[in-house]
């Protein structure tokens, strides 16, 4: 049985493709050769004009209309022609007579679209369990030219906007967390600008969720490296070969930096810097050098130093990561260590509610180091469907401490210990569990591990995770 309601949706859909024709007959053109017949020639649009006999969504493509009314759509800017260049071409897209969506429409062989997403199943000790639709990530590449690219994650956390929380509906995240474009000077040499991700140890760097064994972030590279932290900026990166197998790699940026939004538990994350202003005159420098003897092994030492508010005190912050596969073994690690001269949550504009006033932490530290080891149980995997005889299991073990006050012990000291499963049959999908137990410094105890309190006085947190790229 058909409702009302239904029939009007399904005529839309049939007439999207009919409204999208006059697009693809243009991103055909575009990378057309001579020998194919050009989008007037034959035309993908009906010639009957359906949307008159129904009411509902319509989709305006702007700028692919007939304005002569002639039955045909205008050839697409950058249709080359024997003999013409991609330089041509792309002055031909810059005319101020072609329309956006004809621009956009011209890119459609030189761009790719992928991404990844991640969606967790928690069940804590403390609290009720939940699903959670933690990111879906899109992104965008460009090759412009052969020296000139551009590249942009686009992030939805929690499904994006609107995010109830507490019963209440607001706003979610639908975040930029990078978008660069990339000009090639040399070989070694590349000029990047726009929203970076700040090159504070490895794992702010490569922090997506299918590389990652584990489905939760290391609790020091949330708050003391507040992952993902992208700022606005701009500076070079590039890598040189020194003998047969090592390689130098490095990347050094301006940036405008964290402002004074530092608080003891949440670290750094509250002060990530504003894409539209800066607090001050002081632009943050940062910066990552890395040395990789031979393939399977890295090791990197960067930075951070830059001013936090208008008197010019300072954040100064140094990391150093290790990454070394053995076999069927991963070993990995980083400790982070920041220096903040003394100070106040304040010096934003006169009246924001930013300027609490509260005391800014002196001193922050953090570390992480994980071991992953990747196996197999061969009966199991001849049951499994062709595709996945490859895939393997990854049993993983990390232990972690953050402290985002070393003056005092605080509820933001915390000591983390956990176990992990994964079940990985293809390289782009994986099936994480993992169990952690975890203790802060609430009661005035330093939360380590090898502290009786530890043990006795922590709660757990269970979570299973799918993650996958595309």
Same mark, same amino acid.
């Given at each position: 049985? %058909?409702?009302?309601?239904?029939?009007?949706?399904?005529l839309?859909?049939?007439?999207?493709p009919?409204l999208?024709?006059?697009?693809?007959?243009?991103?055909?053109?575009e990378?057309?050769?001579p /020998?194919?017949?050009?989008?007037?020639? #034959?035309?993908?649009?009906?010639?009957?004009?359906?949307?008159?006999?129904?009411?509902?969504?319509r989709?305006?493509?702007?700028?692919l209309?007939? =304005?002569?009314a002639?039955? %045909?759509?205008?050839?697409? =800017?950058?249709?080359?022609?024997?003999?013409?260049?991609?330089?041509?071409?792309?002055?031909?897209r *810059?005319?101020?007579t072609?329309?956006?969506?004809? !621009?956009?429409?011209?890119?459609?062989?030189? %761009?790719t679209?992928g991404?990844?997403?991640? &969606?967790?199943f928690?069940?804590?000790?403390?609290?009720?369990s939940?699903?959670?639709?933690? !990111?879906?990530?899109?992104?965008v590449?460009?090759?412009?030219?052969?020296?000139?690219?551009?590249?942009?994650?686009?992030?939805?956390?929690?499904?994006?906007?609107?995010?109830?929380?507490?019963?209440?509906?607001?706003?979610?995240?639908?975040l930029? /967390?990078?978008?660069?474009?990339?000009l090639?000077?040399?070989?070694?040499?590349?000029?990047?600008?726009?929203?970076i991700?700040?090159?504070?140890?490895?794992?702010?760097?490569r922090?997506?969720?299918?590389?990652?064994?584990l489905?939760?972030?290391p609790?020091?590279?949330?708050?003391?490296?507040?992952?993902?932290?992208?700022?606005?900026?701009?500076?070079? *990166?590039?890598?040189?070969?020194?003998?047969?197998?090592?390689?130098l790699?490095?990347?050094?940026? @301006?940036?405008?930096?964290l402002?004074?939004?530092?608080?003891?538990?949440q670290?750094?994350? @509250?002060?990530?810097?504003? &894409?539209?202003e800066?607090?001050?005159d002081?632009k943050?420098? %940062?910066?990552?050098?890395?040395?990789? =003897?031979f393939?399977? *092994?890295?090791?990197?030492?960067?930075?951070?130093?830059?001013?936090?508010?208008?008197?010019?005190?300072r954040?100064?912050?140094?990391?150093?990561?290790?990454?070394?596969?053995?076999?069927?073994?991963?070993?990995t690690?980083?400790?982070?260590?920041?220096?903040?001269?003394?100070?106040?949550v304040?010096?934003?504009?006169?009246?924001?509610?930013?300027?609490t006033?509260? !005391?800014? =932490?002196?001193?922050?530290f953090?570390?992480?180091?994980? #071991?992953?080891?990747r196996?197999?149980? /061969?009966?199991?995997?001849?049951?499994?469907?062709?595709?996945?005889?490859?895939g393997?299991?990854?049993?993983?073990?990390?232990?972690?401490?953050k402290?985002?006050?070393?003056?005092f012990?605080?509820?933001?000291?915390?000591?983390?210990?956990?176990?992990?499963?994964?079940?990985?049959?293809?390289?782009?999908?994986?099936?994480k569990?993992s169990?952690?137990?975890?203790?802060?410094?609430?009661?005035?105890?330093?939360? &380590? #591990?090898?502290?009786?309190?530890?043990?006795?006085?922590? &709660?757990w947190?269970?979570?299973?995770?799918?993650?996958y790229?595309?």
């Amino acid at each position: 049985m %058909t409702s009302g309601a239904t029939v009007p949706r399904r005529l839309s859909l049939l007439l999207l493709p009919l409204l999208l024709a006059p697009l693809t007959g243009l991103a055909q053109d575009e990378g057309s050769t001579p /020998e194919k017949k050009p989008a007037a020639d #034959a035309p993908r649009v009906p010639q009957e004009e359906p949307s008159k006999q129904v009411e509902g969504p319509r989709l305006d493509l702007e700028g692919l209309e007939d =304005p002569a009314a002639t039955g %045909t759509t205008p050839p697409a =800017p950058n249709a080359e022609t024997p003999g013409q260049s991609s330089q041509e071409t792309f002055t031909q897209r *810059l005319q101020p007579t072609t329309t956006l969506t004809q !621009r956009a429409a011209a890119i459609l062989d030189r %761009t790719t679209l992928g991404g990844y997403a991640e &969606h967790d199943f928690i069940v804590p000790e403390q609290g009720k369990s939940t699903f959670r639709n933690h !990111r879906y990530v899109l992104f965008v590449y460009s090759h412009i030219s052969e020296r000139i690219s551009t590249a942009t994650e686009i992030e939805f956390e929690f499904a994006g906007s609107p995010l109830k929380r507490d019963g209440i509906l607001g706003a979610g995240e639908v975040l930029l /967390e990078f978008s660069v474009v990339d000009l090639m000077l040399t070989d070694w040499l590349t000029f990047r600008a726009g929203v970076i991700l700040v090159p504070v140890g490895a794992y702010n760097l490569r922090h997506d969720a299918p590389a990652q064994e584990l489905p939760e972030r290391p609790i020091a590279y949330t708050t003391v490296v507040p992952t993902t932290w992208f700022e606005s900026g701009a500076g070079f *990166l590039g890598g040189v070969d020194l003998g047969r197998d090592w390689r130098l790699s490095y990347e050094v940026y @301006a940036i405008n930096g964290l402002d004074a939004k530092i608080l003891d538990g949440q670290g750094f994350r @509250a002060a990530r810097g504003s &894409h539209l202003e800066d607090n001050n005159d002081d632009k943050a420098i %940062t910066g990552r050098v890395s040395v990789s =003897p031979f393939l399977g *092994l890295e090791a990197g030492l960067s930075g951070y130093t830059g001013a936090y508010d208008l008197e010019n005190r300072r954040v100064n912050m140094v990391n150093a990561d290790v990454f070394w596969r053995l076999g069927a073994w991963d070993l990995t690690g980083e400790v982070v260590r920041a220096f903040i001269d003394p100070g106040y949550v304040q010096g934003f504009p006169e009246g924001s509610t930013a300027n609490t006033r509260d !005391r800014v =932490p002196t001193g922050m530290f953090g570390f992480y180091g994980q #071991a992953n080891y990747r196996f197999r149980v /061969e009966p199991f995997f001849r049951l499994l469907p062709d595709e996945w005889h490859d895939g393997h299991f990854t049993a993983s073990l990390r232990y972690e401490e953050k402290n985002t006050d070393t003056e005092f012990v605080t509820a933001g000291d915390v000591s983390r210990l956990t176990l992990g499963l994964n079940f990985r049959p293809l390289p782009p999908y994986v099936l994480k569990t993992s169990f952690f137990w975890e203790k802060s410094g609430g009661d005035g105890q330093m939360p &380590h #591990a090898w502290s009786r309190d530890f043990w006795s006085e922590g &709660h757990w947190n269970f979570m299973a995770s799918v993650a996958y790229l595309f």
